[in-house]
C-alpha cells in the first residue's frame, strides 16, 4: 500500500474510533436552546465538581511528591550498593508491579477503618505513595549512569544524603518526567480503590463522582453525564495536547530500546 | 561494579520508605487476606467471627455464581484479546514510515488510553441505550433498534467491544514504537523482491515484532482478567449476571453482602488466575529485556 492509502485508511479508522467521544461532546452541548455550556455550569454545581477536583489535585500532589523522593531513594540503593538480599527485595518490588491489587482490596478496607482513616486524605494517598513500577524505572536508569560524580563527591567526604539528593537527583530529570506522567495519569483515573475507601460526597476524587453522579438522581440526564464526564476528563486532555510526545514516550516507555 | 559499596548505614534510610509503605498496605494486607480465607468474619456481626477451614474454598467449587463469573471473565479475556492485538498490530502496520499526519494519529489513536475508564463506561453506556447513537447510526441504515446492556445476550459482547475500542489505541502505539527497531532496509528489500502488503507483513514485520506481541498480548491478558469498573457503572453485572465478572463478583460479596471470608476467596481465585501471566511478565520484565516500561494501564 502506498502511504497516501495507508493515511487514508488510517483516517478513516480514526473517524470512526473518534465517533464515540465527539458525540459524548456533542450530547453535553445541546441544550434546548441551542448550543451552550449550561449543563456544565449546572452539574459542576451538583456535583459538586469544584470539591472533586480539589480532592483529586490534592491526592496527585501528595502521591507524586511521595513517589519522587521514596522512589528515587529506594531506586538509587537498589542500583547503587551491594545490600544483603538485595536481590530478593528488588525481586519483591518487581513482583508487585504485575500482581493484581484486588487481593489487598478487603484486608486494606478493614486496616484503614480499624485505624479510622476511611474517608481521609490519608486512606487516599498513604497506600500510594511509593510505586513499585517507579522504582524499577528509576533503578534502571540510575544503572546507566555514570558513578565519577558520586565517587568524587564521595572522597570530598559528602554525605550518602547529599551525594543522591544534590549530585544524582539533577541527573534523574528524564526519568523522573515519565515518572511524574505514570504517576499523575494512574492517579487521576484511579478509580477502585478511592472508590471503597471514600463514604462522603465530600471525599470522593473526580472518578468516583462522576460514576456516583451516573448512579444517583442525574442517571438519566444525559446532558449532565457527559458534561461531567468531559469535565473530567479535561485536565488530562490538555495536558496530553500540550506534553504529547512525552506522555506518549512516558507511557510506552524503553520499548523500542 | 567496582563502585558498589558494600552496606553503608544510610542504604537502609533509603529503602525504609518504601519497605514502610509496603510492609503496612502491601504486605500486611495480603498475609491479613489469607487469613480472612479461612474465616466467616462479618463486619456488622464480628463477635461471631468463627474459624471455618476450607469451607470458604469449598464453596467455591459448587457456587454458580462464581462459575458464572468465571465464564465471563474467560469470555471476556479470550474475546478481546486476540482481538485487541490483531487490530492494534493493523493499525501499527499502517503507520509504518513517514505517512502524513502521523502524529495526529497517534495523538487520536492514544487518547482513549489517557481517559479514566469511568468516562469511557459512562459515554457506552449512553452510546448503547436505546436512544443512544449507536441504534441511530443503525436505524440510518434501516436497522431496527436493540437495549445492547439490556439484553444478557448482547451485554457481554457489548462491554467486550467497548473494551477493544479503548485498548488498540494503546497497544498501537507500543507495537509502532517497538516497529520503530525494525530496519528500513529490510522494507526497502521486501519491496524490491516485488513482496506485497500482506506477504511483507509475514515475513518481516510479525517476525522482529513477536517478543513486542507476546508482551502485549500478555499484560493485556492480567489486565482484561481483573475487568470491574465497566460492569459496575454499565451493567452492576447484570442483566441476569450476564456481565459479572470476578473483580465484580468480589466487589459484590465484599461490599454489597459483606462476606469478608469468601470474597478473600474469590480474590485469590483473581490473584492466581493473574498470577500465572504476572509470571510470565516478570521474566519479561528482567532488566536486559528489550521491553522493559511498557506496563497495562
Known amino acids: ?40 455550569g449546572e452539574v459542576w454545581r451538583a456535583g459538586p465538581f469544584d470539591r472533586y477536583f480539589i480532592n483529586s489535585l490534592v491526592v496527585a500532589i501528595v502521591v507524586l511528591a511521595g513517589n519522587i523522593v521514596c ?4 531506586g538509587y540503593a537498589f542500583a547503587r550498593f551491594r545490600i544483603r538480599g538485595g536481590k530478593l527485595l528488588f525481586l519483591l518490588v518487581l513482583s508487585t508491579i504485575m500482581l493484581p491489587k484486588q487481593v489487598i482490596l478487603v484486608p486494606l478496607y478493614i486496616l484503614m477503618q480499624k485505624m479510622g482513616l476511611i474517608d481521609t486524605y490519608w486512606a487516599l494517598t498513604l497506600p500510594f505513595l511509593v510505586d513499585p513500577f517507579n522504582i524499577f524505572l528509576i533503578r534502571q536508569y540510575v544503572s546507566t549512569l555514570p558513578t565519577d560524580c558520586e565517587e568524587a563527591a564521595r572522597i570530598d567526604g559528602a554525605g550518602e544524603f547529599t551525594i543522591l539528593f544534590r549530585i544524582v537527583f539533577p541527573m534523574l530529570k528524564p526519568v523522573l518526567a515519565v515518572v511524574a506522567i505514570h504517576t499523575c495519569l494512574t492517579n487521576w483515573n484511579s478509580f477502585l480503590f478511592p472508590f471503597i475507601l471514600t463514604h462522603s460526597a465530600s471525599m470522593r476524587t473526580l472518578p468516583v463522582g462522576l460514576a456516583m453522579l451516573s448512579q444517583g438522581a442525574h442517571s438519566i440526564d444525559w446532558g449532565h453525564l457527559m458534561a461531567g464526564a468531559v469535565i473530567s476528563a479535561l485536565p488530562v486532555v490538555a495536558a496530553f495536547l500540550v506534553f504529547q510526545r512525552r506522555i506518549i514516550g512516558g507511557l510506552t516507555a524503553g520499548i523500542s530500546k | 561494579m567496582a563502585s558498589r559499596r558494600f552496606v553503608p548505614s544510610p542504604v537502609a534510610w533509603f529503602l525504609l520508605p518504601w519497605a514502610a509503605v509496603y510492609a503496612a498496605f502491601f504486605v500486611f494486607p495480603f498475609v491479613f487476606s489469607f487469613v480472612l480465607a479461612f474465616l466467616d468474619y462479618n463486619p456488622l456481626n464480628v463477635a461471631n467471627t468463627r474459624l471455618v477451614g476450607f469451607d470458604n474454598f469449598a464453596r467455591l467449587f459448587k457456587d454458580p455464581a462464581f462459575h458464572g463469573a468465571l465464564r465471563n471473565t474467560l469470555v471476556f479475556v479470550i474475546g478481546t484479546v486476540p482481538v485487541t492485538t490483531a487490530l492494534a498490530l493493523a493499525l501499527a502496520s499502517l503507520m509504518r514510515g513517514k505517512i502524513p499526519l502521523k502524529g495526529a494519529f497517534k495523538a487520536a489513536l492514544f487518547l482513549p488510553s489517557i481517559l479514566s475508564v469511568v468516562v469511557i463506561a459512562l459515554l457506552f453506556k449512553l452510546f448503547y441505550a436505546p436512544g443512544g447513537a449507536l441504534n441511530e447510526l443503525l436505524a440510518r441504515f434501516g436497522i431496527e433498534g436493540h437495549g445492547w446492556l ?57 517476525p522482529l515484532l513477536k517478543p513486542a506481541i507476546a508482551f502485549v498480548l500478555v499484560i493485556n491478558t492480567i ?68 521491553v522493559e516500561g511498557a506496563r497495562p494501564l
Open chain 1, 1 to 40: 500500500m502506498t502511504r497516501l492509502a495507508r493515511a487514508a485508511l488510517l483516517a478513516l479508522l480514526v473517524a470512526v474510533m473518534a465517533y464515540p467521544l465527539a458525540w459524548m461532546i456533542a450530547i453535553s452541548l445541546k441544550t434546548a436552546d441551542g448550543l451552550s455550556l449550561r449543563y456544565y
Open chain 2, 150 to 206: 439490556t439484553d444478557p445476550r448482547t451485554a457481554l459482547p457489548a462491554i467486550m467491544a467497548m473494551d477493544v475500542w479503548a485498548a488498540i489505541g494503546y497497544y498501537a502505539i507500543v507495537l509502532d514504537a517497538a516497529r520503530t527497531s525494525i530496519p528500513d532496509s529490510l522494507y526497502e528489500a521486501a519491496e524490491l523482491e516485488g513482496a506485497g502488503a500482506w506477504a511483507t507483513f509475514r515475513h518481516v514485520t510479525f
Open chain 1, 71 to 74: 522512589c528515587t531513594m529506594a
Open chain 2, 223 to 290: 489486565r482484561s482478567f481483573q475487568v470491574f469498573i465497566e460492569v459496575l457503572v454499565m451493567t452492576q453485572g447484570g442483566p441476569l449476571g450476564s456481565t459479572n465478572t470476578l473483580v465484580m463478583y468480589l466487589y459484590d460479596t465484599a461490599f454489597r453482602r459483606l462476606d469478608y471470608g469468601y470474597a478473600s476467596v474469590i480474590a485469590y481465585a483473581v490473584f492466581l488466575l493473574s498470577g500465572i501471566f504476572s509470571i510470565v511478565a516478570m521474566r519479561r520484565l528482567r532488566p536486559e529485556s528489550a
